[in-house]
Every structure is written in C-alpha cells, then in structure tokens.
C-alpha cells in the first residue's frame, strides 16, 4: 500500500513570507501529526489532527497552523517565515486512537533564506 | 513531559547482537513505548512498540523493564543496514490527542 506522501520534498523561501505544506496520509489512516526536526532541538511535536479537529497542539508560535480535509490529507502553514523555520518538517499517520505505529512521510526540507 | 535518555551513539559488529538502552524514568500508566530508527534525509522508521510485556516482531524484540523505567531494543544480528539513529519515544497523551516525545537518538554504528 501506499505510504505518507508529502510535498513538495524541498522548498525555498524568502524571510516573510509564507508557505504551506502538505501530507497525503495512509489510506484509512485518521490521525495525522505534524513533527519538526533541526540539528539544534531534534524532532519537536507541532500538532496533531483526527478527524478533522485540532486535538493537541506543541509549543509553536501561532505562526504556524494546519488543518486536516475530510479525506485526512492534512496542511500546514507556516506565516511570516523566519531564519529559524528552516528545518525538516515531518508527517505521520496512524489508523485510529493511541497505542498504534506511526507511519512518517519523508518530510519536506524547508530553507528558509 | 515525559522524556527520554539514550546513549548518544553505540558500535556493534556485524552479524552480532545489539542492545540499545533507553531510560524512561518519568513514564506514566498509559504511555506506550516506541522505537523508530532513522537514515539521513529520510523520515523516521516504525521498528517496534509496546505498553507493558516485551514484544517481538521480524526487526527486533523490545524489553520492557518491570517497573517501565527503562526498555531495551534488541537486534538480534546486526547488518550493515541497520546503522542509522535510533529513537526511543513515549507516546503520550495530551489533552484530547496523543503525541510521540522524542529524545536524542543513538546513532549505532555497524563494523563489517
């Protein structure tokens, strides 16, 4: 079956502006996070969706947001872009409720410029 | 938040056992064991998950210390493919949702 498909797999921006990305989870799959990676702080949680609901979010400024469609594919948008965004973002899905594996696209590498 | 501690890095021979140990001293109840391994410019790899019993699987077994403080992942010979690091995360829930808090990663070197 197919995995976690994320776009587009490397992307450069400019200070101010913004970008959105986007994760196609598993089939079947309702839960989609949202993971940041950087040399510096390692992977940090940006939030988690299912069913179409923000259910927890980690310790992200506002400028960065997500949402998740009815078909699970799930953005993310990341406004007023700093130096300091630049980082590997990362999607996991996972069927349903805790207590499952989770299955990470292959991220989409953001510099920021 | 719960947190883990692992080495940061780990030498093994090829064809050889390897055990990686993680320290999980603030885990609760309900929080699930994970372990995921990852290769540079890729998204990291399920490799193995428990709560309370150890598990097997075809990658590897999990040891799941009595008092859930600690957790071993073992692979039972080592390859060459298998260098990469390795992450051992609690899953853990938060308000309505669960999320994966990831430690450091050992990175594990194999020697052919």
């Known amino acids: 079956k197919a995995g976690v498909t994320q776009t587009p797999r490397y992307l450069i921006k400019t200070r101010g502006q913004q970008v959105t990305l986007s994760c196609s989870p598993i089939?079947?799959?309702?839960?989609v996070s949202w993971y940041q990676q950087t040399p510096g702080q390692g992977l940090q949680f940006l939030f988690e969706?299912?069913?179409?609901?923000?259910?927890n979010k980690g310790n992200f400024p506002g400028r960065f947001s997500g949402r998740q469609f009815s078909n699970s594919r799930s953005e993310m948008n990341v406004s007023t872009l700093e130096l300091g965004d630049s980082a590997l973002y990362l999607c996991?899905?996972?069927?349903?409720?805790?207590?499952?594996?989770?299955?990470f696209g292959s991220g989409t590498r953001l510099t920021v410029v | 938040d719960a947190k883990t501690t692992q080495p940061n890095s780990m030498e093994s021979n090829e064809e050889e056992p390897v055990h990686l140990p993680c320290n999980h001293s603030?885990?609760?109840?309900?929080?699930?064991i994970h372990w995921y391994r990852q290769l540079p410019s890729q998204g990291p790899e399920y490799v193995i998950h428990?709560?309370?019993s150890n598990v097997n699987n075809r990658m590897a077994s999990l040891a799941i210390a009595e008092d859930r403080k600690s957790s071993t992942l073992i692979l039972h010979r080592a390859t060459l493919r298998d260098a990469a690091v390795y992450y051992c995360?609690?899953?853990?829930?938060?308000?309505?949702?669960?999320?994966?808090?990831f430690g450091g990663g050992t990175r594990l070197m194999v020697k052919p």
């Open positions: 996991a899905s996972s069927p349903w409720d805790r207590g499952h594996g989770y299955t």
């Open positions: 089939s079947g799959h309702r839960s």
């Open positions: 969706y299912f069913s179409e609901t923000q259910r």
């Open positions: 603030t885990i609760s109840g309900t929080d699930y």
């Open positions: 428990g709560l309370t």
């Open positions: 995360i609690l899953e853990i829930s938060v308000g309505a949702g669960n999320m994966l808090t």
